[in-house]
């Protein structure tokens, strides 16, 4: 069974970098077939996709977020990562890690709660 | 403002039958597979449909899913107070090159 876990500071000040990591245990993150994403949720709103990458490293953006976003592979740990730079408080959401296999998402990580405030 | 439009809150009795829509376009539905999140804010997301009518393991025959051109639907039967939650469409966009989330619909079980 696939699991995947985040984890990375619950308070950033706005205009630093937010930085996540997504561990994957019970498979490979080194697979074909799965696109490794973040996704998060802003409370009071819905659900934004935020970017993924696949094992051979390249990278989809949300166009809103492209300019401050960057996603990247550990394959010695399994692990991914998302950098989201110049946060404000509009970045405070609850952030998950997902595995896309055929353009759904079956496993999630429980999220994180990132809030951003001085 | 997202690509894939949901209805911001649909509502039914115990028992009763909902659908919740998903109206996109040819970039993204009319071309691409549609699939259903369950959320309850504060934890992960869970799948319900992917492949326009496809169930995973696990998820009970009351939700069904259907896709028709630019849309797609999804479909609750039996309504219990426990399907309370945000339910979202979400399919690729080829215009965008990238995934889209519907606004989301809040279902309320009265």
């Known amino acids: 069974q696939v699991q995947l876990q985040e984890s990375g500071p619950g308070l950033v000040r706005p205009s630093q970098t937010l930085s996540l990591t997504c561990t994957v245990s019970g498979g490979s993150i080194n697979s074909d077939g799965y696109y490794w994403s973040w996704i998060r949720h802003v409370p009071g709103k819905g659900l934004e996709w935020l970017g993924y990458i696949y094992y051979t490293g390249r990278t989809y953006y949300s166009p809103s977020l492209k300019s401050r976003l960057f996603i990247s592979l550990d394959t010695s740990k399994n692990q991914f990562s998302l950098k989201l730079t110049s946060v404000t408080a509009a970045d405070t959401a609850f952030y998950y890690c997902a595995r896309d296999q055929d353009g759904h998402y079956r496993y999630w990580g429980q999220g994180t709660l990132v809030t951003v405030s001085s | ?110």
């Open chain 2, 1 to 110: 403002q997202s690509v894939l439009t949901q209805p911001p809150s649909v509502s039914a009795a115990p028992g009763q039958r909902v659908t919740i829509s998903c109206s996109g376009s040819s970039s993204n539905i009319g071309n691409y597979d549609v699939s259903w999140y369950r959320h309850l804010p504060g934890t992960a997301p869970k799948l319900l449909i992917y492949d326009n009518n496809r169930r995973p393991s696990g998820i009970p025959d009351r939700f069904s899913g259907s896709k028709s051109g630019t849309s797609a639907t999804l479909e609750i039967t039996g309504l219990q107070t426990g399907d309370e939650a945000d339910y979202y469409c979400e399919s690729w966009d080829n215009s965008l090159s990238a995934a889209m989330f519907g606004g989301g619909t809040k279902l309320t079980v009265l």
